[in-house]
């Protein structure tokens, strides 16, 4: 079984930062995919940043020169520092860990619980 588990969002004003973190814990085979996405009220889950166990990594074009993900492959843990918040980053931000498993060759995909991120103007 595989967890994900978040913390480091909160209250912040605009111009302020936070840092999320989330830790995975269980069957996570190497060569993954992590990443962070958002869901503010009303609209679709949108990718915020990813990065591979190489350190690649991929950010959406709102958040670029503004956040910063990365990750300790051997913690199994995945960061997002995010500086320069605006109102617009309000949402709730959800860890996910994507890839394929050595032993079926399926997909797999896991997702955390969430964390509210508020930017207050």
């Known amino acids: 079984q595989v967890q994900l588990v978040e913390s480091g969002g909160g209250l912040v004003q605009a111009g302020g930062s936070l840092r999320l973190s989330c830790a995975a814990s269980?069957?996570?085979?190497?060569?993954?995919?992590m990443g962070w996405y958002r869901q503010a009220p009303g609209k679709q889950r949108e990718l915020v940043a990813s990065?591979?166990?190489?350190?690649?990594?991929n950010y959406a074009d709102s958040v670029k020169g503004r956040f910063t993900i990365s990750r300790d492959n051997a913690k199994n843990t995945v960061y997002l520092q995010m500086n320069g918040l605006k109102p617009e980053d309000t949402a709730v931000y959800y860890c996910n860990v994507r890839g394929i498993s050595p032993l079926t060759r399926q997909t797999y995909a896991y997702w955390g619980q969430g964390t509210q991120v508020t930017v207050s103007s």
């Open positions: 990065i591979t166990s190489g350190g690649n990594t």
């Open positions: 269980g069957n996570i085979f190497s060569g993954n995919v």
